[in-house]
């Protein structure tokens, strides 16, 4: 598989994106338009629209054209066919697969997982979903784990926070072979790092809140099809929603189930801050990457530090598929600190590191993973995904490397 499969135009075409729609009064970003309802002159083409044979607006829940001229910059960005915003990465996530799942149906994912994707899939299993996490480092895992009701097949590019990075181009050819729908969660590494259409995927998420709004300023997710899948072959797809191309069959029914059922719409407001944030994708994660490469090589050689987990580092063990497969390594990384080192005097030290839960931001961001969002799992689970207690997640954002690393310098002295 080609290293390049990122578009080549990426950021000109993202700058450019909103005036290709010729919006009212040439203006260079689309508009928010915050209106629930449209009106119709003609009765007939509100009922046109209603009935899918017509495109067009009908109410604010189910799309609305400022957040519609993000989807399409996504859609771009995946060099997918079509895309769905939804109100945060979480309700893209789980408004797609309770929109496409039914009861008796049964998932296999990677169990390095995103934390709130991995309480989701709990809850999916009391209604009757089956989830079975296997190591998805190994595509045989995954093989092993796939059942006759098996629909689709869950991963991330980056897990969070160890660093793992699944066998994604031979899981693709495993869900290719057995027509399982190949889910993939891209906000890790981003469309600017990595395309998941590239090694097969059916649909990728991308929490906007992360590294395409950038921004730290709005919450948002997106579900885009890659238009690879053929959703003739899946059992679950309403008749209804079967008047159009069998390619487009998916995100339609992500589209009005997921949108109607649960109504995390993405407000107009949310749309454009992540739209203007996501025109600066591509030199925001260039420079992030560059400060986090950095700030590893710093940790690894550091006597305090006993660990580091960053897919840039030649120790780690998936630093040749992640060579291979994205343009860069990443922002995130976590360390963990030698024994007698204490993880919250470290956090407490820093001065520019702001202690934080979210990842993706421009700034950096710095948590005890263990005490905070890995805690409700449990140290069984944590154990499993190879959470250590001293463990420190870091997302590296656009500072002056120069002024990161002596902060560190300074922190760990
Ligand atoms: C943050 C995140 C999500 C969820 O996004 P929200 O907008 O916070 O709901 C999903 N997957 C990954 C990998 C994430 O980092």
Redesign the pocket.
């Known amino acids: 598989m080609s290293k390049k499969n990122f578009t080549p135009s990426f950021t000109t075409a993202a700058l450019h994106a909103d005036r290709k729609d010729k919006p009212e009064h040439g203006v260079l970003h689309k508009a928010i338009h915050t209106s629930v309802a449209f009106g119709y002159d003609d009765a007939r083409e509100l009922a046109a629209v209603f009935q899918g044979k017509k495109s067009g607006y009908a109410y604010g829940r189910q799309s609305n054209p400022t957040v519609e001229a993000l989807a399409r910059k996504v859609t771009q960005m995946e060099q997918g066919v079509s895309s769905v915003c939804f109100a945060?990465?979480?309700?893209a996530?789980g408004s797609s697969l309770i929109a496409l799942l039914r009861a008796g149906d049964h998932i296999v994912s990677s169990s390095f997982l995103?934390g709130?994707?991995n309480s989701l899939f709990a809850t999916l299993q009391t209604f009757g979903i089956g989830v079975t996490f296997v190591d998805a480092t190994a595509a045989a895992n995954v093989a092993a784990a796939i059942q006759p009701n098996t629909r689709l097949v869950f991963v991330?590019t980056i897990a969070?926070p160890v660093t793992q990075i699944c066998d994604l181009e031979g899981i693709g050819k495993l869900c290719a072979e057995r027509k399982l729908v190949y889910f993939v969660?891209n906000?890790?590494t981003s469309p600017w790092l990595f395309v998941p259409k590239a090694v097969g995927a059916s649909l990728v998420?991308n929490?906007?809140?992360?590294y395409i709004g950038g921004h730290g300023n709005a919450?948002?997710?997106c579900v885009t099809d890659t238009g690879l899948y053929d959703w003739r072959g899946f059992g679950n797809i309403y008749d209804n929603y079967k008047n159009v191309d069998p390619t487009l069959w998916g995100i339609t029914q992500i589209r009005k189930k997921g949108l109607r059922d649960f109504g995390a719409a993405l407000a107009p407001e949310s749309a454009h801050h992540l739209s203007v944030g996501a025109d600066t994708l591509g030199l925001r994660m260039d420079k992030s990457c560059a400060n986090a490469q950095a700030v590893a090589e710093f940790c690894s050689k550091h006597p305090k530090v006993s660990k580091v987990f960053y897919p840039g580092l030649p120790t780690h063990p998936q630093h040749a598929r992640a060579k291979a497969l994205f343009k860069n390594f990443g922002a995130l990384m976590s360390i963990e600190l030698i024994d007698g080192v204490d993880c919250f005097d470290f956090l407490n030290a820093l001065e520019l590191v702001v202690c934080s839960s979210n990842?993706?931001d421009t700034r950096t961001l710095g948590i005890p993973v263990a005490h905070t969002i890995y805690w409700e799992m449990g140290a069984q689970r944590r154990a499993s995904m190879g959470v250590g207690d001293s463990m420190v997640r870091l997302s590296i954002g656009i500072e002056d490397t120069a002024d990161l690393l002596a902060d560190f310098t300074h922190a760990l002295a």
């Open positions: 945060t990465g979480m309700a996530i995103f709130n994707t991330e969070n969660d906000t890790m998420i929490a906007l809140t992360k919450l948002g997710g990842l993706g």
